[in-house]
C-alpha cells in the first residue's frame, strides 16, 4: 500500500467542536434519562435535523476543514492527489470524487489519485454512513477544486504578466499565448493553502466534461487481476495470523482455559491473550492459528450464558417489551372513512459481507497503527484510546478497502480486537481474519421491527387519515468513543458497559409518508432487544417504508385505483411523481399471466435524498413465490457518474430482494444459530431477477444520497406483486418463513 | 502435522513450499505464494470466493488440504492474464460491464465463468444462472456478471 502520504494535522478544528455539540443536543432530544446521551453516538450526519450544512453555505465537511491541501495537493509527477475522509465500501466513491475535481481543474480524473480516510492525513468527516459521500465529501473536493483552479490561474496569470482571464487551465496545466507551465511548476513546489470561505463558482452546466460521465472505474481492472486491493490482502514482513475464541453467548463469561496445552500441542503458537473473557491465539502462520483457535475452544470453560427468548415469536417479544415513545409526527387524529389497517414485521437482518471483517495491527511500542476496513476512521481511533490506553495522536487508523459492509458490521470490533493483540506482541504485524461465523454470529444486525398503520380511506378515494406505530431498537452503535460499541470492549477484564443507545432516530427514518395526507400520527417506540444491533443500509427506511407502501398497494386496492394514479394522487412533488411514472413507463407492455402479479414501491430515502421508485413482476410457484423483474428509477440530483448510480441501483433491488424474499437472524436460547450461509441463504444468481434501472439526471439540482434509496421502495414493490400475483398481502417478513 | 515440501504448479509455474500437508490450499496460495486472486469467504464451500482452477475445474480452496493437488495444474485469478499481462476475455468483460461494486466475490465469479464457458461456450441467460449458482455475491451486482459473461462468451466465439 502506499504509505508515503505526507503527515498533516487535518483531524480537528474548533469549527467542527461547535458542530459535534449542536448536533448531539438535537440527537438526545426525548431520551434526558439514558446516560450518555449528551455525547454524540457519533450518528449525527445520519440526522438530517442535525446537518450543519443547513446552516452554512458550505458543504459541511468544508466548512469544517476550509484549506485546499486538506482536500487537494498537486504532485510534482504531473498527478493531483485527493483527500476524502470518506471510505470505498464498493460504492465507487473514488471515481466519483476524481470526477469532480477532474471537472473543477479542468484536468484529465486519470491524474487524480484519491487518498481514503486516514487518520492525520484526510480531514475527519466521520463515517461513511448515510449516503451523504457525494453530498458533503465530493461536493467539498469539488469546491476546493474550483477554488484551487481559480487561484491557480491568479498565479498563473502574475508570473505570465496575463489577466487570470487569459489564462486557459488543460489537464494539469496553465497557459496563455506561447507561456505555459503545470500546475506543480506555477506553484513552485507549494500547495495551495488558502482556504475557501465561499461557494466556488462551478464549470457551468453545459460545459462540463467529466461528472455526468460513466467514467470507469480504477480499481475494478486491479480486483479482475487479483492484485493487493483489500485489507484481507495486507502482506507484511514477519506477519502474524491470529484468530479470536468467542464465548457462546452474549453474556457468557470465560472461566477457565488451559493455555499451556494449546501452546505446548500446536506449532507455531506465538501467544495465546487472555484478557477477562477476550481470549485469542496470535501464531506464525493462519493454519497454526486456526488449529490453535480450535484447541483453545475445546480447552475453555465458559459460565452458562444468559438467555435469549427463543421460545416466543419475536414479533410477539418485541410487543411485550418495555419501550419509550417519542412522538415523530402529530398534526391529528381527524379523518373520516373506511378505516384500514395491518401490522407489519422485519426480523433481524444481517449485513452478511462475503469476506469477514478483517484488520492489521503494528505497535512499535510508542504508537499503534491500524489498517481497518472501517467506516469511521477517526471516531475509531477516538474509542480505541480507552481499551489500549493510549493517546489519540499516538494511534494512526488507516482505511483499506473490505469486503461490502452495507452499514456497521464487525469492521470495527475486529479492528478493536487486533488493537488489543498488537498492544501485546509489540513490532510485529498482527494480521486477524475474523472467521464466518465471527461476523454471521457476532456482527451487529439491522434491529427487528414491528410497524403497526391504520389508515381511513374517504369516499373520494384519498386517505383521509394516517396513524403509524413503530416499534424498534436503535439504529447505530457505532464506536462514537464508547468502548463499550466495539465487542472486544465489553469482553475484557476492564470490561466496558454501553453507555449510551446510539441512534435511535434511525427507526424512525422515512416513517413519515412523503404523501400528501391531511392529517398524521406517527409515533416511534424504542425497546432494548435481545440480539446487537447497529446500522443497517437504510436503518429503518427499509422496514418503514415496506409497511407504507405495503398499505398503499392494500388502500389504492380498497380504492379500487390504479396503484401508481392512487399514489399519484397522493404526491405533489413532480420529482416524486417523476421516478414513479418512469417504472410504470417500463412495466406498461409487461405481460401479467395467470398466477403472477405486478407491484411497485416509491419513497424519497430520508424524505430528504434520493427519490427511488420500484416496480417488480412475481410469479407464484405452489407455495413459493419467484421475482422475476425488477424496474427501478432514481432522482438523485445532479447526476456525478450514471454508471455507479445504476450499479448502486441494481444492486440495492437485489439485496433488498434477498432480505424480503430469504432473510432472518435466527437464535436459540443461548445464542445466534445463523452462522454460515446455510442457515442465512441469500438470493444467488438463479434466484435474481432480471433488473431494469432508469437514472433521471437533474443537472441544476444537488447531489444526493442514493446508495440506500432503493432498499424500502424494492421491498415494498415486491410485497405488491405478491400480494397481487396471491391474494395473500406480505404482514411478516422474510416472505419464505411466512 | 509436520511440515512437507510440497510440489505445486500454479499459473504454470513450479513452486516448492515448505507446510502442514493438511493446509489448505488457499492459505497456501495466499500467504507463501502471495497470490491474492483467491479470498476467504466462509471457509465451509458454501460461497465460491476461494475458488481457482484445478486441472481446468472450478474448486473451492479453503478446506482442500495443499498435499491433494500436488501434482495438478492450478491457475488462480492472476494466472488468467496473458503473459502480456492482456486480460482473459471473461476479466476484460468485467471491467468493461463495470460488474463489481466491492468487488470481494469477483474471484469466485470469473474463476467459475472461466470453467463454465469452456464447458458450455455459448450458454443462455438459464444456463449462465446455473452454472454461476454456486458463487455468493452480496452487493447484488448478479445482472451485471450475468451481462459480462455473456458477452466475453460472444467475444470468445467472434
Known amino acids: 500500500m502506499s504509505d508515503d502520504a505526507p503527515k498533516r494535522d487535518a483531524s480537528e478544528s474548533s469549527l467542527s467542536r461547535r458542530i459535534f455539540l449542536k448536533s448531539a443536543g438535537t440527537v438526545a432530544v426525548g431520551f434526558s434519562l439514558l446516560p450518555g446521551c449528551q455525547r454524540t453516538d457519533g450518528e449525527t450526519e445520519e440526522d438530517p435535523d442535525a446537518d450543519p450544512a443547513r446552516s452554512s453555505d458550505l458543504p459541511p465537511s468544508l466548512a469544517q476543514h476550509p484549506r485546499i491541501d486538506a482536500w487537494l495537493q498537486v504532485l510534482g509527477d504531473g498527478r493531483l492527489r485527493v483527500y476524502t475522509g470518506k471510505m470505498e465500501l464498493g460504492q465507487g466513491i473514488r471515481v466519483a470524487i476524481a470526477q469532480v475535481a477532474a471537472e473543477e481543474l479542468h484536468t484529465s480524473p486519470d ?65 496563455t499565448g506561447d507561456q505555459s507551465a503545470t500546475f506543480a511548476e506555477v506553484l513552485g513546489g507549494e500547495q495551495i493553502t488558502e482556504t475557501v470561505t465561499a461557494p466556488a463558482d462551478l464549470r457551468p452546466t453545459d460545459e462540463r466534461e467529466w461528472v455526468g460521465e460513466p467514467v470507469q472505474r480504477k480499481d ?250 413503530v416499534w424498534s431498537d436503535t439504529h447505530s452503535t457505532r464506536p462514537g468513543g464508547d468502548p463499550g460499541n466495539l465487542l472486544a470492549g465489553r469482553y475484557v477484564e476492564d470490561a466496558s458497559e454501553l453507555t449510551s443507545r446510539g441512534y435511535l432516530a434511525g427507526g424512525y427514518r422515512n416513517s413519515i409518508p412523503y404523501y400528501e395526507l391531511p392529517s398524521r400520527r406517527v409515533d416511534a417506540h424504542f425497546f432494548d432487544g435481545p440480539l446487537r444491533v447497529s446500522a443497517l443500509r437504510g436503518l429503518g427506511a427499509h422496514a418503514n417504508v415496506f409497511a407504507i407502501e405495503s398499505m398503499m398497494g392494500e388502500l389504492a386496492d380498497r380504492a379500487d385505483a390504479d396503484p401508481v394514479a392512487f399514489r399519484r394522487r397522493h404526491l405533489e412533488d413532480p420529482r416524486a411523481v417523476a421516478v414513479l411514472d418512469a417504472v410504470a413507463e417500463s412495466a406498461q407492455n409487461v405481460t401479467v399471466g395467470t398466477d403472477e402479479g405486478l407491484g411497485y414501491g416509491f419513497a424519497r430515502y430520508k424524505n430528504s435524498a434520493s427519490y427511488c421508485a420500484v416496480a417488480a413482476k412475481v410469479q407464484a410457484q405452489g407455495d413459493d413465490v419467484t421475482v422475476t423483474h425488477l424496474w427501478g428509477a432514481i432522482d438523485a440530483g445532479e447526476i456525478i457518474n450514471p454508471d455507479g448510480l445504476r450499479n448502486q441501483l441494481e444492486g440495492g433491488m437485489i439485496q433488498s430482494t434477498s432480505w424480503m424474499l430469504n432473510e432472518e437472524v435466527q437464535f436459540d436460547e443461548t445464542h445466534v444459530t ?30 444526493l444520497g442514493a446508495g440506500e434509496a432503493a432498499q424500502g421502495p424494492a421491498t415494498g414493490a415486491v410485497g405488491n406483486a405478491i400480494a397481487r400475483a396471491t391474494g395473500t398481502r406480505v404482514r411478516s417478513l422474510p416472505v419464505r418463513s411466512s | 502435522m509436520p511440515q512437507q515440501q510440497i510440489q505445486l504448479t500454479v499459473n504454470g509455474d513450479d513452486h516448492t513450499v515448505t507446510v502442514d500437508p493438511s493446509t489448505p490450499l488457499l492459505y497456501v496460495l495466499r500467504n507463501e505464494l502471495g497470490l491474492n486472486g483467491p479470498k476467504y469467504g466462509c471457509g465451509l464451500q458454501q460461497c465460491g470466493s476461494c475458488r481457482v482452477l484445478v486441472d481446468g475445474e472450478a474448486r473451492a480452496t479453503c478446506q482442500l488440504p495443499v498435499s491433494a493437488v500436488e501434482d495438478q495444474p492450478i491457475t488462480t485469478l492472476a494466472g488468467l492474464s496473458g503473459e502480456d499481462g492482456g486480460l482473459h476475455p471473461v476479466q476484460a468483460a468485467v471491467v468493461d460491464e463495470q460488474a463489481a461494486q466491492c468487488g470481494y466475490c469477483v474471484n469466485g465469479v470469473i474463476i467459475t465463468a472461466v470453467a463454465l464457458l469452456s464447458d458450455t461456450p455459448d450458454p443462455d441467460r438459464a444456463e449462465i444462472t446455473d452454472g454461476m449458482n454456486e458463487v455468493l455475491c452480496r452487493c447484488g451486482t448478479h445482472a451485471r456478471f450475468v451481462r459480462a459473461i455473456q458477452s466475453a462468451a460472444d467475444a470468445v466465439d467472434a
Request: charge should be negative; hydrophobic fraction near 35%.
Open chain 1, 220 to 469: 475494478i481492472e486491479r480486483m479482475v487481476r487479483g492484485d493487493e486491493v483489500y485489507v484481507q490482502d495486507l502482506q507484511f514482513e514477519g506477519m502474524v495470523h491470529a484468530r479470536v475464541v468467542r464465548p457462546p453467548g452474549y453474556g457468557a463469561s470465560l472461566e477457565n482455559v488451559d493455555v499451556q496445552t494449546v501452546q505446548n500441542e500446536i506449532d507455531g503458537v506465538e501467544q495465546v491473550v487472555q484478557n477477562g473473557s477476550f481470549l485469542a491465539v496470535v501464531a506464525d502462520g493462519e493454519h497454526q492459528a486456526l488449529q490453535a483457535q480450535q484447541a483453545l475452544r475445546e480447552n475453555a470453560q465458559w459460565s452458562e450464558p444468559s438467555s435469549l427468548p427463543a421460545d416466543t415469536p419475536l414479533e410477539e417479544h418485541i410487543r411485550d417489551l418495555p419501550s419509550e415513545t417519542e412522538s415523530v409526527v402529530d398534526d391529528g387524529s381527524a379523518g373520516e372513512g373506511e378505516r384500514v389497517s395491518a401490522s407489519f414485521f422485519r426480523p433481524y437482518v444481517m449485513h452478511g459481507s462475503l469476506g469477514p471483517s478483517c484488520a492489521v495491527g503494528h505497535y512499535d511500542g510508542d504508537r499503534l497503527r491500524i489498517w481497518t476496513h472501517s467506516q469511521g476512521v477517526y471516531p475509531l481511533r477516538d474509542t480505541l484510546t480507552e481499551l489500549v490506553d493510549l493517546p489519540p495522536e499516538k494511534i494512526e487508523v488507516k482505511g483499506v478497502p473490505g469486503s461490502g459492509c452495507y452499514g456497521h458490521n464487525g469492521a470495527d470490533d475486529v479492528a478493536a480486537d487486533v488493537a488489543l493483540l498488537a498492544m501485546e506482541i509489540p513490532n510485529r504485524h498482527v494480521r486477524l481474519q475474523w472467521e464466518r461465523e465471527d461476523e454471521h454470529g457476532w456482527e451487529p444486525y439491522g434491529s427487528a421491527m414491528l410497524m403497526d398503520v391504520e389508515a381511513r380511506l374517504g369516499d373520494d378515494g384519498t386517505i383521509q387519515n394516517w396513524q403509524f406505530d
Open chain 1, 111 to 175: 491524474r487524480m489519485e484519491v487518498h481514503l480516510a486516514e487518520t492525520g492525513v484526510t480531514p475527519n468527516e466521520r463515517y461513511t454512513s448515510a449516503s451523504v459521500s457525494i453530498e458533503h465529501s465530493a461536493t467539498s473536493v469539488r469546491h476546493a477544486s474550483a477554488t484551487a483552479r481559480r487561484i491557480l490561474k491568479a498565479q498563473a496569470a502574475q508570473q505570465f504578466g496575463a489577466s487570470p482571464d487569459d489564462v486557459d487551465v488543460d489537464d494539469g496545466t496553465l497557459s
Open chain 1, 674 to 703: 445463523s452462522r454460515e450461509w446455510g442457515s442465512y441463504p441469500i438470493l444467488r444468481f438463479e434466484e435474481v431477477p432480471v433488473v431494469e434501472a432508469t437514472v433521471l439526471d437533474r443537472p441544476d439540482e444537488p447531489s
